[in-house]
């Protein structure tokens, strides 16, 4: 009898703590990208949202405001509230209060961009980039925030993921990706804000992994692509599987734009890459609501083996910068045709920075891009090829090389190219009636045709 008064005695006692101390549940709790030293987009309107128990009501504070924010939890245990961001600075606090209290601390106004892609992305400074000794020991950039992405896959779209974010010092740098970091370091100088980057890469993955399964499956040509791709042993190839952990989880974290830099691994259904890589850049930016710039890097000459497999990705990636406020940056001229993996991290930042720089924040004004083909005419036995980005065209070392040439038959032969008033004029004793061109078509074709900027030339097919 005894016992059971005790028992329910705890049982009311519990209940009445339930009812009057609920602070003691400690039930609000955060996303990993809501933490200390984290960046949020400057001049903007970002969600800050987490978990509580369900009706427990939520209340956000943030430092630069004297504005209260108060939700409450809903039956999914889910609360959200919009908050504007004012100008570059910091730092900042904000305070979330439910049944328990957390607050974040060190937090900037600045730039956000996410970078991703495979391997040439993920590679850090510490992987043997050329110029990281110094460049490491020079990394002390309080005003650069780090975020990485751990390596993970799912079967469905995720809410949240592991990753914290770290101020950029020259004992933290070491292990991030060294592309995204000189970006950063170029865009930190010249634009004398904040940055913050979220790095969610995985080394040799393909695109149809980081493109959610509902949108490829809703494509028969990208089905038919993914069926392509094998197993291997370093990471997924099955479509959404990177990013439905790795991506779906930063849909409502406010960025400015994206890096990517991936391609090698889709040389194996390259024919299928320019349909894939433009869905993946439009996919995204429906998953986030607005177009935000897309920046890229072309893949550099390798030995990839049979075919021209490389350069079709190459020339995928060329056209698909017909896609509104994307850019790509060249590398021909800085790779490595006997490494996968260029040494040369800093230009390839750089470049990215650059076209940014340019494109997006209009601060910088020079040219950001090789010449590119823009269109072809057919002068009786020679065919007169116009670029874009065309000022200052010249042949490096020599002559002009790479450039062939096809009659009504389709087969190429090497021609001879020369430049007059900046355009090449190709022509070939071979080939009486011309109807198409092509340049550095060949996986380690390695252009020499520059503009002043001194940027090289993108391959391409005329067809």
């Known amino acids: 009898m005894n016992d059971q008064l005790n028992l329910k005695q705890v049982f009311l006692f519990t209940l009445f703590l339930c009812l009057i101390g609920g602070e003691l549940l400690g039930n609000v709790n955060l996303p990993a990208y809501f933490s200390d030293h984290m960046v949020l987009q400057q001049k903007s309107e970002v969600r800050i949202w987490g978990w509580a128990k369900p009706r427990e009501k939520v209340e956000v504070k943030v430092s630069w405001s004297d504005a209260v924010l108060s939700t409450e939890a809903d039956n999914q245990a889910h609360w959200e509230v919009w908050v504007e961001t004012p100008a570059a600075g910091g730092p900042y606090d904000i305070s979330i209060k439910g049944y328990n209290e957390i607050n974040i601390r060190d937090v900037w106004m600045g730039e956000v961009w996410l970078c991703s892609g495979q391997s040439n992305m993920e590679w850090p400074m510490s992987g043997g980039v050329i110029g990281a000794e110094a460049a490491i020991a020079k990394a002390d950039h309080p005003r650069i925030r780090m975020f990485t992405v751990a390596h993970r896959t799912a079967l469905a779209p995720q809410i ?6 770290e101020v950029c010092t020259p004992e933290t740098v070491g292990h991030f990706s060294a592309v995204a970091y000189f970006f950063a370091q170029k865009l930190q100088k010249e634009l004398g804000v904040p940055v913050g980057l979220i790095h969610s890469s995985w080394g040799g993955t393909p695109a149809e992994t980081w493109i959610s399964e509902e ?6 040509k990208l089905t038919t692509a993914a069926t392509i791709l094998e197993p291997v ?6 479509p959404a599987r990177a990013y439905n952990a790795m991506i779906a989880p930063l849909r409502s974290y406010k960025i400015a734009g994206v890096l990517w830099y991936q391609g090698e691994a889709n040389t194996v259904n390259a024919e ?18 607005y177009d935000f710039p897309f920046y890229y890097v072309q893949i550099a000459p390798y030995r990839y083996g049979k075919g021209n497999r490389g350069t079709m990705v190459r020339d995928a990636q060329r056209r698909v910068i017909s896609i509104p406020n994307t850019g790509m940056v060249v590398t021909s001229d800085i790779g490595d045709t006997t490494d996968i993996h260029p040494r040369n991290k800093l230009d390839v930042g750089v470049r990215l920075a650059n076209l940014a720089l340019s494109e997006h924040y209009d601060v910088m004004d020079a040219a950001t891009s090789g010449p590119l083909f823009k269109s072809m005419e057919i002068d009786g036995k020679k065919i007169v090829v116009s670029f874009d980005n065309a000022e200052g065209l010249h042949a490096r070392d020599g002559a002009l090389q790479l450039f062939e040439i096809a009659g009504r038959d389709w087969k190429f032969y090497p021609a001879k190219a020369f430049i007059k008033k900046g355009k090449v004029v190709v022509l070939s004793k071979k080939v009486g009636h011309p109807v198409a061109v092509r340049f550095a078509w060949g996986n380690t074709a390695t252009p020499n045709l520059f503009n002043s900027a001194g940027l090289p030339a993108s391959s391409f097919i005329s067809e």
Do not use: C, H, Q
């Open 160 to 165: 949240d993921l592991e990753g914290a974010w």
């Open 215 to 220: 949108v490829i499956a809703g494509d028969k």
């Open 233 to 238: 042993p370093w990471g997924p190839v099955e």
């Open 272 to 289: 299928y890459y320019t349909d894939m890589f433009g869905t993946l850049i439009n996919s995204w930016r429906a998953d986030w609501g």
